[in-house]
C-alpha cells in the first residue's frame, strides 16, 4: 500500500522514514489503518482524515495492499463538538488535561480562562484515564503517550515555549474568542470570584495592601489575585496571540 502522510505530519514520522511524504508499505499480516499509520511514528490523535483512494475512512478499517491511503492532520479551527467518521464521539466542551512535559503550557491556559486539568505527578496511564472519563483532550509531547488506544481526544504540541505552545492551542481550537482572563486560578483551575478587600486585609502583604483595591479569590483554594499580581504578564501574552 502506499500512505500519503499529508501537511507537517512527515515531520512525525520515525527513522528513517522521517520527512518522506510518501512510502510503500508492505502488509504481512492484517492490521487496521490506524495501528499501519501509528507504525510510522504518528500518533492517531494527530490524524484529522484518512481517506482510501479518496473516500473517508474509519480509523478500524482494515488495510489492504492496493489501497492508497492518504493520512491528513488537523485543520484549525479543529471542531471537536461535532461527530466524524473518525471520532463519532464529539466532546461537551473543549477542556484540556495537560501532560508534565509541558506544565508551564497548562498554568498558561488556566491564565487565559481555559479548564486545564493538570497534575505535577501522574503516570501516562492515569492521565489518560482523567481525559477519557471527563472529555478532555491531551496536550503532551511524548508521542507514546498519545497512541495510547483509550486515549480519543489529543495533541501532539510543537513549540518548545510555553507562550508559543499557548498560542498553537488557541489556534489550533480556535479559541481566541473564548479566552476570559482572571476567570481561573493558575494553581488548582478553580473559579475566581470577586473578594471584599475588608475580607481578606489580613492575608495582604503591606504594600499590596496600600496599593491593590480590587481582588479576586478563588473559590476552591483560596489563592487570592489582584491586577499587579498575574494581570500584566497574562494581558503581555495574550495580546501576542
Ligand atoms: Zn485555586
Known amino acids: 500500500m502506499i500512505i500519503n502522510f499529508r501537511g ?24 487496521s489503518v490506524k495501528d499501519i499509520v501509528e507504525s510510522f511514528g504518528v500518533p492517531h490523535t494527530e490524524v484529522g482524515r484518512l481517506t482510501v ?11 489492504s495492499n492496493d489501497d492508497r491511503v492518504d493520512v491528513y492532520p488537523f485543520r484549525p479551527p479543529v471542531d471537536v463538538l461535532s461527530p466524524t467518521l473518525l471520532r ?17 503550557l497548562a498554568s498558561l491556559l488556566r491564565m487565559a480562562g481555559i479548564d486545564t486539568y493538570y497534575r ?22 511524548d508521542t507514546d ?25 488557541v489556534h489550533l481550537f480556535g479559541l481566541k474568542e473564548q479566552l476570559q482572563p482572571l476567570s481561573r486560578c493558575m494553581r488548582c483551575n478553580g473559579m475566581l470570584q470577586p473578594v471584599d478587600k475588608e ?8 504594600l499590596t495592601r496600600k496599593y491593590y483595591h480590587v481582588f479576586r479569590q478563588c473559590s476552591e483554594c483560596k489563592h487570592i489575585y489582584w491586577p499587579g499580581s498575574h494581570l ?3 494581558l503581555k501574552v495574550l495580546d501576542t496571540l
Open 232 to 234: 500584566d504578564r497574562m
Open 88 to 104: 463519532p464521539e464529539p466532546l461537551a466542551g473543549i477542556t484540556f488535561a495537560v501532560d508534565v512535559n509541558v506544565g508551564k
Open 145 to 169: 503517550l498519545l497512541k495510547r488506544k483509550e486515549l480519543v481526544y489529543g495533541y501532539l504540541v510543537r513549540e518548545i515555549y510555553p507562550e508559543k505552545q499557548l498560542a498553537e492551542v
Open 8 to 31: 507537517n505530519l512527515k515531520e512525525l514520522l520515525r527513522f528513517p522514514f522521517r520527512g518522506m511524504q510518501s512510502v510503500d508499505h508492505e502488509l504481512t499480516r492484517q492490521a
Open 199 to 206: 475580607q481578606i486585609l489580613d492575608q495582604l502583604e503591606p
Open 120 to 141: 505535577n505527578y501522574i503516570a501516562d496511564s492515569n492521565l489518560v484515564e482523567v481525559a477519557v472519563r471527563e472529555g478532555r483532550i491531551v496536550l503532551s509531547r
Open 53 to 63: 483512494d479518496g473516500r473517508d475512512i474509519s480509523f478500524s478499517s482494515p488495510g
